[in-house]
């Protein structure tokens, strides 16, 4: 296959893993009609609400409170109907997740000399939302995550959506300071991260949405775990990716700094949001741990985090145009005051990394 | 000591919040104090509750958030060590925000004392945790694990069931399992108190390494601040264009900047030298990013000290070059025309390759040329160089890309003094305040276009100017920066304590058996002192593996659904042998 075969490949291949997802969405947006379709059947017969209270909590596709709502005439119907678009989400969303996984591939071999597909915030963005719908799918037996499917997806979905509208690069050889197998550790570390953290902040939301209504028998939120769990499953996730942020900003971020710009650190706005990101996840860990700031508070600090994060990806690029991490794809302005020292930025420079 | 959702440290204990309270709190602890305020504290007092107040987790809590907060700025306003120009151009655009910005240090906010003092405070809060927390897990990691509670039942994950073993089998099992998972048992007999923990329950805990690795993290962050600050004290970092065919030694004045650490010794400097043989860069001439430069090589030979061997190098971007202590970097390269020019006289007053400074991406580069001595009057010049020109339709010169295949150098030209007994000026300014500029034709600035091989007359008998060729220059930054070593140790060290912090998962299981009239009762509980943990599903797991097959069905009473969160309160149990106090 050629170059350009390659890089069409790549296109269609994430054109379709967003037509498949949005599928998937509408699946598991049928599941949970269903889902509330059969609170109203509980609400219409009331002798069963205390039976269907023994598990406002399971999860949806668990079919494990079938058996309360048999007794009404179209309970079978509706759970059928349930299971069979939980089943069919989950389906569409691996056919999905592979198709998004051929196209970060083929973005790879489209390059010249191939190259790992992540050099600039089009591949960032497509590799971070990869690796949610990955962590998704793995963690979904471990921690139950079928209820989570719909915002997974809608998070994914729209995540792309920048990134084809507005991020899109075409497939280019890497700068000479991206060149560099720290490219590979520091910003697949870095990627694994921001997906962890997205997925855990998500939780964070449903969870602050949970501690509204943490009784509620009927409606979204009736389906979707007790604040325990939504908490702790949330800091599992946190717990998992703060090391890898740790390595990835404070570990290899330095060694290549270091090796590509001569320095380990230089408050370079990208490294500020990175620093600031990793002290508010510090802060959340810290909170989780003091009086009065466990549950409602932590929660607030790690979607503080997130934003920072996503400032630190996304914003820096934007807004602070003097970040030697802006990407290929957006030049550094060019220094166009007469030079007065040497002391300058010499390199003409399209070094970037993240 | 309690669990650590409750626990926050040995000097965190929520008696701190106490001490300001009045007296006459419910709580029974401050019964026992003299009822005093605040305002009565003596100086010792005082400083003890300022202490527990600096080192409790809610501070140390506020303090990283405020850190965070304080790093804000220093992303919006331009930073003098980061950018000076960007910065000075900032100045200038805003002259009413300058001096306030600079009295607060916003142009320079990582090394500003408000930022110093918030890390310092983090620091010292920081010692003041570790230091008590590690007495105290010293004195845990020798007890043993405390006794069952009596109420087994009323922790929060915990289960029953009933059997026809004897309880001596199921205790004697129960160890066993405990054992191979590796738990801490409590010894039994004598030691323990008798009817508590005696001859009907196993007490057994895991996790210890958990608080080690949490030791471990927030000592290493000192470790990490330690080689960071001995670096920025001890090193230094400098610059220096470097044209190729042409060398530099390593002392102080060869450098083009220089900036020392403030306890840098120049002794520390090693005596290498180095000569740059070539420069190679490859141009990407189609795609999306043709016009760049790419894998630039400077092949490089040098000597590690006066008189050694010389060896050579290709130095690369990502593949620096260390001379014992010393690192050397690629970190740019441009174009240096060789000129040659001869004044009004015939004799040549200046000759060499030129560095000018590289505009943008397309190498467009801005020179200055400077002979103050040429005869009759003085020569300074001032222009650009294109790497591959082009005319545009008005007759400007323009670049298609970087690489060198058609260069071009243009000037404007003045005549005069150069103002050089002012003082030390910059290689890279022409001071044209007491010089005339030569003016063509309509008044427009004289400008002259040479290619290679051009010589070319200057007006008004000034002498000429030759083109001779193109030689690439290289600029280096040269380093030495101590402590790294033990900087990047000490994140390796926090990164491995942060592991062993967040994925060991310290809890304590007790199982009791009893004879009954049913038959033997077996009480499996246990608590997660981690937060991450579930002891419900180690509870179900634990009875799985306890209750042997066909005998008395596994039961599970209680609650497998905990109405109360997970993560218990400390279950306060007055056996708790290692409450602390
Ligand atoms: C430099 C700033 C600091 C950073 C980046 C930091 C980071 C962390 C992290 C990531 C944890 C993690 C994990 C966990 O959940 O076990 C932690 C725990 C902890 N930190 Fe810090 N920390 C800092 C300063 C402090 C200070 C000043 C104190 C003392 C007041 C402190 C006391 C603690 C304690 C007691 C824990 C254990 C909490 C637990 O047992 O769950 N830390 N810290």
Known sequence: ?354 | MTSPETDTGPETTPGTGRETEPAGSADSGGKQRKPRRAGELNAVEFARWGWRQLTSMRTALVLLLLLALAAVPGSIVPQEGVDSLKTSNWQDAHPKLTPIYERLGLFDVYSSPWFAAIYLLLMVSLIGCILPRTKVYWKALRAQPPAAPRHLDRLPASTSYTTDESPEEVLARARTLLKGKRYRLRRTGAGAGAGVDGADAVSAERGYLREAGNLLFHVSIIVVLVGFAMGSLFGYKGGVIVVAGQGFSNIGQQYDEFQPGSLFDEDSMEPFSFTIDDFDVNWIMDGPRAGMAQKFVSHISYTEEPGAEEKTYDLQVNHPLQIGDTELFLIGHGYAPVLTVRDGEGNITYSGPTIFLPEDESFMSFGVVKAPYAEPEGIGMRGLFFPWYMMTDEGDPTTLMGDDRNPLVSLNVWKGDLNLESGPQSVYVLDTSKADQLMGEDDVPYRMDLQVGDTKQLPDGLGSVTFEGVQPWNKLQISQTPGKELALGGVILALIGLLGSLFIRPRRVWVRARRTEEGTLVEVASLDRSGGGDPDVLVARLVTELAPEGTGAAEPRGSTEPAEPAQPENPDNPENPEKKS
């Open chain 1, 1 to 354: 296959m050629t170059d350009a075969s390659w890089e069409v490949l790549s296109n269609q291949a994430l054109a379709a893993a967003g037509v498949v997802y949005f599928l998937a969405l509408l699946c598991h947006l049928v599941e949970w009609a269903a889902l509330l379709g059969k609170d109203k059947q509980r609400a219409a017969a009331p002798e069963l609400v205390a039976a269907g209270q023994a598990g406002p909590d399971t999860v949806a596709a668990d079919s494990t409170e079938g058996g309360t709502t048999e007794a009404t005439g179209s309970g079978p119907d509706l759970d059928h109907r349930r299971a069979f678009f939980g089943r069919l989400g989950l389906l569409l969303t691996i056919v999905a997740t592979c198709c998004h996984g051929v196209s970060l591939v083929g973005r790879g071999m489209a390059a010249d000399p191939n190259r790992v597909p992540w050099g600039n915030m089009y591949e960032f963005t497509v590799a971070g939302t990869f690796v949610l719908s990955v962590a998704y799918l793995a963690l979904y037996r471990k921690f139950k995550l079928a209820w989570l499917a719909p915002l997974v997806l809608i998070f994914n979905l729209a995540c792309l959506m920048i990134a084809v509208i507005w991020l899109y690069d075409p497939v280019a050889p890497l700068t000479e300071a991206l060149n560099s197998y720290w490219l590979v550790i520091h910003v697949v570390s870095a990627v694994i991260a921001t997906g962890a953290f997205s997925l855990a902040g998500l939780l964070s939301i449903v969870y602050l949405l949970k501690l509204r209504k943490p009784g509620a028998t009927t409606g979204l939120l009736a389906h979707v775990p007790s604040t325990d769990v939504l908490e702790r499953t949330s800091y599992r996730i946190h717990a998992f990716a703060f090391p890898v942020w740790t390595f990835a900003v404070l570990i290899t971020g330095p060694i290549w700094a270091h090796e590509a710009w001569s320095r380990y650190w230089n408050w370079d706005p990208k490294e500020v949001w990175a620093f600031i990101t990793w002290v508010v996840y510090a802060g959340y860990l810290h909170a989780r741990a003091t009086g009065g700031w466990r549950g409602r508070n932590a929660a607030w600090i790690s979607l503080i985090g997130l934003a920072s994060l996503w400032y630190s990806f996304i914003g820096v690029n934007f807004f602070n145009d003097a970040s030697q991490h802006s990407y290929a794809g957006s030049l550094p302005a060019p220094t166009t005051a007469v030079v007065q020292t040497v002391d300058q930025p010499l390199a003409p420079a399209p070094t970037a990394n993240l």
